[in-house]
Each structure stands twice: as structure tokens, then as C-alpha cells.
């Protein structure tokens, strides 16, 4: 079975411009769910999908934000980038009450 | 609010030796997950171990297994025999259970294991 893809692996932008990754689960997966890694902040909860729904969101700001489409693929945009947004986003699948599997990430530098 | 503690920023173990990492966490939860995950230099989180609190019986996976003190609030991972290959971040986390409606993990700050030649 296909582990949890990501894509980009790796994305370069300038403050002020958007940004989409991508994530896919892996397959009978229906939650999925955001972190981010920074080394000053550790691992952070963005937000979690399931059945094209967001069931919980962490403390984020609204450029941050995710949709899921009928086939559970995630995809999480931030609008108006900061310097500060440069980060690993990580993408997790579960089935429910279960531990999650990570994707390899998505490394985005914000110049 | 959960909060998970680990209070070992770096540590360092001979091969084929053992280590202990700790995990400490705060909840008032009465049901709930905790795991060790293993993110190595590729940046690929991959979980180690799993421990269901409701469980008295401590976790193992092979050369893994952990302290679980569920008064204490305390998670510790023993790592027995270790390779090169267990170099690597490890965080501990925690997620409540719900009945399937918070997927949310909470981690630690994560330790440091170099496992030296």
C-alpha cells in the first residue's frame, strides 16, 4: 500500500505571494491532518480533515487554510506569505482513533 | 489543554547499548493515545510505538518498548541494542480519544539520539 505522498517536496517564494501544497493520503484514509515544523516552535496542529470537512483547527491565522476534496486528497494554502511561514508542512492520514502516518513534507522557504 | 514535556534535549548512546528517553504530559483526559515518533535526517516522521492509556500492559515492538506510569503522567521509550540506523529526533505525542472526532497530536520538543560506533 502507497504511504502518504506530498507534493511539492520543496518550494521557494517571496513574502507577500500564495502558496498550495498538496497531499495525498494513503489509500481508506478519509482524516487527514496539517502540522507545521519550525526549530523555534517545534510541531504544530494546523488543521484536520475528514469527509471533506474541517473538524479541528489550531491556532493559526486565517492566511492559513485547507480543503478536502470527495477523494480525501488535502490541499493547504497560505495566502500573503511571511517570512515566518518558512517551515517543514507536514501531512498526516489515519483511519479513525488511530495513529497517523506522515508524508515525507513539504520544505517551503519564503525569501 | 494537553502539554507534553521532554525534558532531554540531546542524548547520546554507544551501539548495541541501551537508552531511555522520557516524555512527561499533562491532561485531564481519561482516554487517550500516547506514541513515539522517529524522525530521522530525511525528515520522514515514522512511528515507533503506540500505547493506548486504557492499556496497563506497556508497549513493545522489537527493541522498543516503553514505561508507561499513567499516575505519574509519565511515557518513557527504551530503546535496547541500538543501531546507527536509530540516530535520529524523537517526539513523543499524545491524542485524545473521542470517539473519532480529535485527530489532533500534541508533541513534545523532541530529544536528540546519536547512537556512536
Known amino acids: 500500500k502507497a504511504g502518504v505522498t506530498q507534493t511539492p517536496r520543496y518550494l521557494i517564494k517571496t513574502r507577500g505571494q500564495q502558496v498550495t501544497l498538496s497531499c495525498s493520503p494513503i489509500s481508506g484514509h478519509r482524516s487527514v491532518s496539517w502540522y507545521q515544523q519550525t526549530p523555534g516552535q517545534g510541531l504544530q496542529f494546523l488543521f484536520e480533515?475528514?469527509?471533506?470537512?474541517?473538524?479541528n483547527k489550531g491556532n493559526f491565522p486565517g492566511r492559513f487554510s485547507g480543503r478536502q476534496f470527495s477523494n480525501s486528497r488535502s490541499e493547504m494554502n497560505v495566502s500573503t506569505l511571511e517570512l515566518g511561514d518558512s517551515a517543514l508542512y507536514l501531512c498526516?492520514?489515519?483511519?479513525?482513533?488511530?495513529?497517523?502516518?506522515f508524508g515525507p513534507g513539504t520544505r517551503l522557504t519564503v525569501l | 489543554a494537553q502539554t507534553v514535556t521532554q525534558s532531554q534535549p540531546e542524548m547520546s548512546v554507544q551501539e548495541a547499548e541501551t537508552v531511555t528517553l522520557s516524555c512527561t504530559y499533562d491532561t485531564s483526559e481519561n482516554n487517550y493515545y500516547l506514541f513515539w515518533y522517529k524522525q530521522p535526517p530525511s525528515r520522514q516522521m515514522i512511528l515507533v510505538i503506540r500505547q493506548e492509556a486504557y492499556k496497563q500492559q506497556n508497549a513493545t515492538e522489537n527493541r522498543f518498548s516503553v514505561n508507561f506510569q499513567k499516575a505519574a503522567k509519565s511515557f518513557s521509550l527504551k530503546i535496547s541494542d541500538s543501531q546507527l540506523g536509530d540516530t535520529a529526533m524523537y517526539f513523543c505525542a499524545f491524542m485524545k480519544h473521542s470517539g473519532g472526532s480529535n485527530y489532533k497530536l500534541t508533541f513534545g520538543k523532541g530529544t536528540l539520539l546519536t547512537v556512536n560506533p
Open positions: 480533515y475528514f469527509s471533506e470537512t474541517q473538524r
Open positions: 498526516a492520514s489515519s483511519l479513525p482513533d488511530n495513529e497517523q502516518f
